[in-house]
């Protein structure tokens, strides 16, 4: 069952899925500003990620947005039983947004555990998550593809840490060292 669903969602994020999103918003659904959120059949929820001219660059409003919609979805009212996260074509996500990093003390972005509590969200999300990538998936963006149940990507997709080469490294990236 939960194959069938997936399979029927797939066929949904072709180069098309944003103009897909866009036709079956539900106006029941809050306004965003940062994400598209739809549901293509009553089952399935599709999260788009809508910052195309950052190349979804990862954002603290933008973890607000996904925050309040995954607490929405996680309530016993909602009848998602599985949700698609993906971005644009050019981009699924390519990491944290470095202009807002760069207002901030590197102690302030460290001490702000930056993707620890959307995890903490992800990980305790009562519905698999499939994460459909296209386009890049850098950084915090790979991590968020990680942090999904299932990941599904094109041929274009491409996957990479490109804070490996700085000093530091990302301590959620710790887990990765414990799953390979």
Do not use: H
Request: aromatic share 8%; with cysteine; charged share 20%.
């Amino acid at each position: 069952m939960m194959m069938m669903t997936i399979r029927r969602t797939a066929s949904f994020l072709s180069p098309r899925s944003l103009t897909l999103a866009r036709r079956f918003q539900s106006s029941q659904t809050p306004s965003y500003q940062n994400i598209i959120y739809s549901n293509p059949s009553p089952a399935v929820g599709l999260l788009t990620l809508n910052r195309p001219k950052a190349l979804n660059a990862l954002s603290s409003p933008l973890f607000t947005e996904i925050n309040d919609l995954l607490s929405s979805i996680n309530s016993s009212s909602s009848s998602v039983k599985c949700l698609v996260l993906t971005g644009s074509e050019k981009s699924f996500a390519a990491g944290a947004d470095i202009t807002e990093m760069a207002e901030r003390s590197l102690a302030e972005v460290y001490d702000a555990d930056f993707l620890k509590f959307w995890s903490e969200k992800i990980s305790s999300f009562r519905v698999p998550i499939v994460a459909a990538v296209s386009g890049y998936a850098l950084g915090g963006g790979c991590e968020l593809a990680m942090m999904c149940d299932i990941i599904l990507a094109s041929k274009d997709a491409k996957f990479g840490q490109p804070e490996i080469n700085l000093v530091r490294c990302d301590p959620w990236s710790r887990r990765n060292s414990k799953t390979g």
